[in-house]
């Protein structure tokens, strides 16, 4: 028996000398990325006004790096909070493995940071630190963008106004703190499309915006399941209990934007760009959407034409989607 117990304590020892040295291997060898490049971006009115639209529009960065008035429909940004952070991703409302904020982007968190410090940090995902991003950045779309349109949003966010530095820190729940390191990855820029090749372009805007991360259905580890890419379906969930889910926007005549028209796919989103933000009612609130209409609003109309031609070009999902569950009764804020 003796031998048996020493046994025993001899495997458990070897696993935890075995865990420990792939963990050191982890911390050594991750995150696989190239060092900063020696990036210096000339701050032209064309490249800055380039990146305004990028940032504020497209990429969007602005979403998730302001601070998002949730009393009002869609959420629009709060003036004067543009870059500023504290964005929430946590697991109560996403899902996540932990609790991720948004960093501050303007010149009073970047200001030692290298131009390609930064622009490494948007198509790799780690930071000056050599500290991994968790993806709900969307790095590794950012990844495969036209290195002008990267330098692009390096030049506007230089331009941004400085805001105090609010973030709380991000944790982790175990093991993500160790699997983070492994996620990012080289980026694969690549040549804008001609904006003429309506669906190769617009292919690039959706990567650019991100649509297919929203408008998927995933699996009970965040994954996005195979062969429902644009099919809907990723929930939302509000603190006070209201779940929203986003839409099929595949080609599928049925469930999806099939019937819809070209000027009816454009207009849904400009109608937002002028609008007055909408006050919701208290009762509403909490089945508000994460749609960022007045962002996506302000993209020219030939962007969305083309985001409109390469949507009706991807493979039709038949999934009729939910868009909302009911709220709970009391749950008005």
């Not at 495997?11 to 040295?21: F, K, P």
């Not at 990146?51 to 990429?59: H, P, S």
């Not at 302000?298 to 031609?309: C, S």
Request: with cysteine.
């Amino acid at each position: 028996m003796r031998f048996l117990k020493r046994m025993g304590l001899a495997a458990v020892a070897a696993t935890v000398v075995g865990v420990g040295g792939w963990v050191a291997w982890v911390f050594l060898e991750y995150p696989n990325v190239p060092e900063p490049a020696p990036l210096t971006v000339s701050a032209s009115p064309q490249k800055v006004t380039r990146g305004a639209y990028l940032f504020n529009n497209v990429a969007r960065c602005v979403d998730c790096h302001s601070t998002r008035d949730w009393t009002k429909y869609a959420a629009p940004v709060v003036k004067g909070t543009e870059g500023k952070g504290g964005e929430a991703f946590t697991h109560a409302l996403m899902g996540v493995p932990g609790e991720f904020y948004a960093r501050n982007i303007t010149p009073t968190a970047l200001a030692d940071w290298t131009d390609g410090e930064i622009a490494r940090a948007i198509t790799t995902g780690v930071n000056k630190h050599g500290e991994a991003l968790f993806p709900v950045m969307p790095y590794r779309n950012y990844g495969e963008l036209d290195p002008e349109d990267v330098d692009a949003i390096v030049a506007y966010i230089r331009t941004l106004k400085p805001q105090p530095d609010e973030v709380p820190d991000r944790s982790f729940h175990f093991p993500m703190q160790i699997m983070v390191r492994t996620l990012p990855q080289p980026a694969h820029l690549s040549a804008r499309p001609d904006p003429s090749d309506r669906v190769a372009y617009g292919g690039y805007l959706v990567r650019t915006a991100g649509c297919a991360e929203c408008h998927a259905t995933r699996d009970e580890q965040g994954a996005p399941r195979p062969g429902m890419s644009f099919g809907g379906g990723m929930e939302f969930h509000f603190p006070t209990g209201g779940v929203v889910r986003a839409p099929n926007i595949s080609p599928d005549a049925d469930t999806g934007i099939g019937t819809w028209s070209e000027d009816q796919f454009v207009m849904r989103f400009k109608v937002w760009e002028r609008v007055a933000d909408r006050v919701l009612p208290a009762s509403q609130r909490s089945a508000n959407t994460v749609m960022p209409w007045k962002q996506l609003g302000g993209m020219t109309r030939a962007d969305l034409g083309a985001v409109y031609a390469y949507l009706r070009n991807t493979k039709p999902v038949i999934h009729r989607v939910r868009k909302r569950d009911p709220i709970p009764s009391g749950s008005g804020r």
